[in-house]
T-cell receptor, first 113, second 119 residues
Framework: NAGVTQTPKFQVLKTGQSMTLQCAQD?????MSWYRQDPGMGLRLIHY???????DQGEVPNGYNVSRSTTEDFPLRLLSAAPSQTSVYFC????????????FGNGTRLTVT | AQTVTQSQPEMSVQEAETVTLSCTYD???????LFWYKQPPSRQMILVIR??????QNATENRFSVNFQKAAKSFSLKISDSQLGDAAMYFC????????????????FGQGTILTVHP
């Protein structure tokens, strides 16, 4: 059972470079989301999606784009990386219902120099 | 907007003893879910336990139990018979029952508590 698969696990970028963090889930979950984890701040929501073709912003969306062309995939794009985007990124998926726990990928540690 | 506060950045416990991690939250909603997640050094986020706001009975999962005080907006996690494998960062999280808006489906996390278990 793969669950939520995130790639890559580690990435180093130079300021201004772009990249895409991949996220795929095989649990047929409607809800998918991206969080970033920074020391002392817990996890903060970047973008989320409640189904294919539907995305919306979370609390820290600036500098990130997402799309949801299929139920399974929810990539996160950094258009022009900045040092402030150095963080650990998590993709999470779950059912639409609020009592459905989120299942997390193993995270991507991104460093922007 | 909802907020979740974990006031203990670090806690420690002796193996086989009991430890309680604190969590408070602020919300104007009456229906919601609360979760505790564990993050070991592997970085994986693991669901430990969850509690629905409408259920008065405290949730338990083996050695893990919660003390849910809805009026006080408190949701503490008790770990009994602590084991070395319990060492991790623990996050308290809130999920709204209200559909729509920027809070939809969102988990709001506390800052985390690092738990050290001494042999």
């Amino acid at each position: 059972n793969a669950g939520v698969t995130q790639t890559p696990k580690f990435q180093v970028l130079k300021t201004g470079q772009s990249m895409t963090l991949q996220c795929a889930q095989d649990m047929n979950h409607e809800y998918m989301s991206w969080y970033r984890q920074d020391p002392g701040m817990g996890l903060r929501l970047i973008h989320y999606s409640v189904g294919a073709g539907i995305t919306d912003q979370g609390e820290v969306p600036n500098g990130y784009n997402v799309s949801r062309s299929t139920t399974e995939d929810f990539p996160l794009r950094l258009l022009s990386a900045a040092p402030s985007q150095t963080s650990v990124y998590f993709c999470a998926s779950g059912g639409i219902s609020y009592n459905s726990p989120l299942h997390f990928g193993n995270g991507t540690r991104l460093t922007v120099t | 907007a909802q907020t979740v506060t974990q006031s203990q950045p670090e806690m420690s416990v002796q193996e086989a003893e009991t430890v309680t991690l604190s969590c408070t939250y602020d919300t104007s909603e009456s229906d919601y879910y609360l979760f505790w997640y564990k993050q070991p050094p592997s970085r994986q986020m693991i669901l430990v336990i969850r509690q629905e706001a409408y259920k008065q009975q405290n949730a338990t999962e083996n050695r893990f139990s919660v003390n849910f005080q809805k009026a006080a907006k408190s949701f503490s996690l008790k770990i009994s018979d602590s084991q070395l494998g319990d060492a991790a960062m623990y996050f308290c999280a809130y999920r709204s029952a209200n559909a729509g808006g920027t809070s939809y489906g969102k988990l709001t996390f506390g800052q985390g508590t690092i738990l050290t278990v001494h042999p």
